[in-house]
């Protein structure tokens, strides 16, 4: 009997894909400088470089948007792409954004939770509202009407706040859409990153 073989490896993406070498230098610089800091590139990276110009951009704007500071914590904004991902069926998204989730928010049960129900997930009541109107932007934003940002005064969000939250969820939605039509997988390292405590 034959022993179990491992599955074979997916595709970084079902369009063809640029070699490093390749690519502009500024583009080439940014993987290299995420692959120094994680240790590996995340396909996302690989499959979007075909088209250097939309990849400035977009990159740009995911810049803008969650390494900000402002009145949501770096965990917060992750937290809001892995409800949403979940929502909109990205595998992508929901592994690579979870993995950034647990490492943030030093939780290694909280993304799990936030992707599959965030309603039972052991977040705050403050976390779940926010979460109300992302997916609310996420699902059904041409519903959104003024009693949706009623909540998210009464726990204290800014105006600046509901901006970001709303911004953050259709900025995702659209790469949950990317993420989905190319096909790309999350890479295997997202799957046990931040899932247990850092040896001291």
């Known amino acids: 009997m034959n022993a179990p073989q491992a599955p074979a490896a997916r595709p970084v993406s079902r369009f063809s894909v640029p070699r490093l070498e390749d690519l502009p230098e500024d583009i080439r610089a940014r993987i290299v400088a995420v692959q120094e800091k994680s240790g590996f590139v995340p396909n996302v990276f690989v499959a979007l470089a075909r088209r250097p110009d939309e990849f400035r951009a977009f990159f740009?704007?995911?810049d803008a948007l969650m390494e900000k500071e402002g009145g949501l914590t770096k965990a917060e904004r992750e937290m809001i792409v892995v409800a949403t991902?979940?929502?909109n069926q990205c595998q992508y998204c929901v592994v690579a954004h979870g993995?950034?989730?647990?490492?943030?928010a030093k939780n290694p049960l909280v993304a799990d939770q936030v992707a599959v129900n965030y309603r039972k997930a052991d977040i705050t009541p403050r976390q779940r509202a926010m979460?109300?109107?992302?997916m609310k932007v996420a699902l059904a934003s041409a519903e959104i009407g003024e009693?949706?940002?009623e909540p998210l005064r009464a726990h204290g969000?800014?105006?600046?706040d509901v901006w970001d939250i709303a911004a953050i969820a259709a900025f995702f939605a659209m790469s949950n859409r990317l993420a989905n039509f190319a096909s790309i997988p999350p890479n295997e390292e997202f799957y046990l990153l931040g899932r247990l405590p850092k040896s001291k």
């Open 60 to 62: 740009a704007y995911h």
């Open 147 to 149: 009693p949706d940002f």
């Open 157 to 160: 969000f800014s105006e600046e």
């Open 85 to 87: 991902s979940g929502a």
């Open 99 to 104: 993995a950034i989730l647990r490492i943030r």
């Open 131 to 134: 979460l109300d109107f992302a």
